[in-house]
């Protein structure tokens, strides 16, 4: 019985742990700005803004090459793609270049591969970016063909709502929307202009080094596991984000009634606490040595463009409709997102990284799913999964199934699934990971066939063919499912 108890309460702190390092250390300058950009794009960007790129009538060689060229600017991991997913979804973006993007800016956006070629090898990155890209349009042009009579009902159904019909996108919204994506890319870009402080103050808590040691027994702290651990600023910021939730709750929930005491509150709130954390705080022997980083002054101006449009060049009915399309997303993601991370953190109690090496060791199609397995459960953080492959690498994994790891922990983590759930149906969701993990296999067993000698010419080949079978099973299996089976999907 107590063996029993002594498992359940490691689990359970396995998953507390893991939700812990996640609110402290990614939620803010990840997610928060990525709700006020699918919020903006809900409320301000008009419908034909979205449609004429990336609508399920555009041409082909139009939406879905902008679909991947806007996912490659985003460095974020899969949860934080998913509330713009949403916001251009919602906007009447077709269902196959939305996944196009859902897919393409975790797998293979530009920082991630130019770290994978820095730590692991450019013939990663390369591979990393071209079967990304082939298969990322791939399983969007597939998903539009499966679901092509629930993408025509979701076209005609777009929340149409806010943003004015056949009026273009002013330029106040525009800059505005640029203004917090500016913001997100500041707060998340790993550069050293950014990341490196400027100057350093000294505040004397003689008591820092040990409070931090006791938040390391805690929630310990291994880069070579993926662990990240809680610092002290952590746990502050773990702090202000209850306080933004609970006067966000009270200042939001009703803002289309207008802004009251507790908006105000939540808004500067939110400011300060991303001020807060774009700060480096460390716990020293003489105490806390607070650094101004890069960061904190990229995200201090975009905070001060948004303030200055915000009150300028936005209508009270924009800022308004803004506010309750991004209160929307939060409600509808982030209570998935918190269960989510804490099944993933007790799960990765139960799985050994060494099981994953002993399968995965050769270029088999069980070795590849294996990798495709691992990274569904064993969820990183972006760009934390490329040293977690590398260290995969030295221990004996083949090449091959590290690729198809590294497309599909980026994709598949358990709460990006919840949300994605929560947004486009279960029905679509199960066929988005079922072909993510094929074509992620597929990937690894391309990719691995390569570095053990086979030509260019043959791997075109098994590729195309793969490619023309699946398509031409799934048209067969469309044209028997008829309109009113996708109803409610």
Request: with cysteine; charged share 10%; net charge neutral.
């Amino acid at each position: 019985m107590d063996g029993v108890l002594g498992f359940a309460m490691s689990m359970f702190y396995g998953g507390a742990g893991n939700l812990a390092a996640y609110l402290a250390a990614h939620v803010l300058l990840c997610l928060l700005p990525a709700f006020f950009i699918a919020g903006a794009m809900s409320a301000l960007i008009p419908k034909e803004t979205v449609t004429r790129f990336l609508g399920r009538n555009s041409p082909k060689t139009v939406s879905y090459p902008a679909a991947a060229a806007a996912g490659s600017l985003l460095a974020v991991c899969s949860c934080t793609i998913v509330p713009l997913f949403a916001g251009i979804y919602k906007k009447g973006a077709g269902l196959g270049p939305a996944i196009t993007f859902l897919f393409f800016a975790p797998a293979a956006n530009i920082l991630a591969l130019v770290y994978t070629g820095g730590i692991i090898g450019p013939d990663l990155a390369i591979a990393r970016f071209l079967l990304s890209l082939t298969f990322g349009i791939g399983i969007g042009l597939i998903m539009a063909l499966i679901f092509r009579a629930d993408d025509a009902a979701h076209d005609l159904a777009t929340d149409s709502a806010f943003a004015a019909q056949g009026a273009g996108m002013g330029r106040a919204p525009l800059v505005f929307l640029f203004m917090w994506v500016a913001l997100l890319l500041a707060g998340t870009l790993k550069l050293g202009v950014l990341t490196g402080s400027w100057f350093q103050v000294e505040l004397p808590l003689a008591d820092a080094q040990a409070w931090q040691s006791v938040l390391d027994r805690l929630v310990p702290y291994d880069a070579a596991k993926g662990e990240e651990g809680v610092s002290l600023q952590g746990v502050v910021l773990i702090v202000l984000l209850a306080a933004i939730g609970f006067s966000a709750w009270r200042g939001l929930e009703n803002i289309q009634d207008g802004a009251s005491g507790w908006t105000w509150t939540s808004l500067a709130l939110i400011a300060a606490t991303l001020l807060f954390a774009a700060l480096s705080v460390q716990a020293g022997p003489e105490g806390l040595r607070i650094g101004f980083t890069g960061k904190f002054f990229g995200v201090a101006v975009t905070l001060a463009g948004v303030h200055h449009i915000a009150r300028r060049r936005l209508a009270a009915e924009e800022l308004q409709d803004w506010l309750w399309e991004s209160w929307r997303f939060v409600k509808q993601i982030f209570p998935l997102l918190v269960i989510g991370v804490f099944i993933v953190g007790m799960i990765r109690v139960l799985i050994r990284p060494e099981w994953i090496e002993m399968l995965a060791g050769a270029n088999t199609l069980l070795g590849n799913f294996a990798g495709v397995a691992f990274g569904v459960f064993m969820y990183f953080p972006t760009l934390v999964e490329v040293p977690i492959a590398k260290m995969f690498l030295d221990l004996g994994m083949h090449r091959g199934p590290l690729l198809a790891y590294l497309m599909s922990d980026p994709e598949l983590s358990l709460q990006s699934m919840l949300i994605i759930a929560a947004i486009i149906g279960r029905r679509k969701t199960a066929a988005y990971v079922g072909l993510v993990a094929l074509f992620s296999a597929a990937a690894g067993l391309t990719y691995g066939a390569w570095i053990d000698g086979a030509s260019v010419f043959t791997l075109a080949l098994w590729l195309a063919g793969f490619i023309a079978l699946l398509v031409l099973l799934l048209a067969l299996a469309s044209r028997r499912t008829t309109p009113s089976s996708l109803k409610g999907v």
